[in-house]
Each structure stands twice: as C-alpha cells, then as structure tokens.
C-alpha cells in the first residue's frame, strides 16, 4: 500500500490535506504543526475510532481528543495504491458514532471495493491486526522512553 494524500476534519484539522510523495516522506514542523494528529488520523483511518473507550480524568479517549475544534463531524478520505489500483477510502460521523461510515471505492470509476470494510481495512491493506501495527508500525513518541 502507498498512501497519496490524506484529508481530514480531525482534531485541530479542518479539512486540510496532505500529500505524500514516493518513498520515505519526513514531515519536520514546528510544535503543535499537527504532526501527531496526522499519525491519529492515518490510525482511525485504517482501523477506526474505538467508540466504547471511555474519557477519563487523566486520559482523553480518541473520540474526544481528536473532535474537530470546529465543531464540524469528523471525517476524512485517503487516496492510495493497493495491489496496483488505485482506490479512496472515505470515513464520516454517522449520528452521534465519529467515523462510523466508511466507504471504499476505486478512484477512477467509482466502484466498490467489496474486500475493505469498516471492520478489516487495517488488517487487509497492511496485513496486519490494530494492535500489531500500533506495537511495530506505529511508534509513538510516547513509546520511545
């Protein structure tokens, strides 16, 4: 899989977008640029948003971390390669459940891609589960100490 561009309504995100070239991309930005809520938003875009995690005193669930500061639902869409077609995938609020839609299609045509779903997108573009990526493919500055 090779990501093309990301466009989010996430967090301090309002529908900005990113474009990513071929090869390793490095983003170097200044404090509170927004780096992290790109790396959360490429997460709830492959695998969702956990909607049954609850807020704490110490400890934001991402549902509520990441709510748009504008108010607006939030939503996203990925452009990407995979298995040499090119296909967005789409996620949106869905009544009161934050990326509870999602859509797949392919880019050019507009036709379903049946094989990614809400449940199994992480798992079928990267071959492997949430928890797997988030302890091998996702490290977070957080997991450096």
């Known amino acids: ?10 967090g ?9 070239k071929p090869g390793l991309n490095r983003i170097h ?7 992290s809520t790109w790396c959360a938003f490429l997460m ?4 969702g948003v956990d909607t049954r995690a609850k807020s704490t005193r110490g400890n934001l669930a991402d549902k509520d971390h990441y709510a748009p500061w504008s108010g607006s639902p939030m939503s996203g869409r990925m452009e990407l390669d995979w298995q040499g ?12 459940i934050p990326l509870g839609c999602f859509r797949a299609y392919e880019t050019e045509t507009g036709a379903e891609v049946p094989e990614l779903t ?7 573009l990267l071959g492997v589960e949430r928890s797997v990526f988030q302890r091998s493919g996702f490290i977070r500055l957080s997991d450096l100490p």
């Open 1 to 10: 899989m090779k990501i093309h561009s990301m466009t989010a309504t996430f």
């Open 12 to 20: 301090k995100l309002e529908g900005q977008s990113l474009t990513l």
């Open 29 to 35: 930005a200044p404090n509170e640029w927004g780096k």
């Open 44 to 47: 709830a875009m492959l695998y």
């Open 85 to 96: 077609r090119n296909i967005t995938i789409e996620r949106s609020t869905r009544g009161r």
């Open 118 to 124: 809400a449940e199994n997108c992480g798992q079928m």
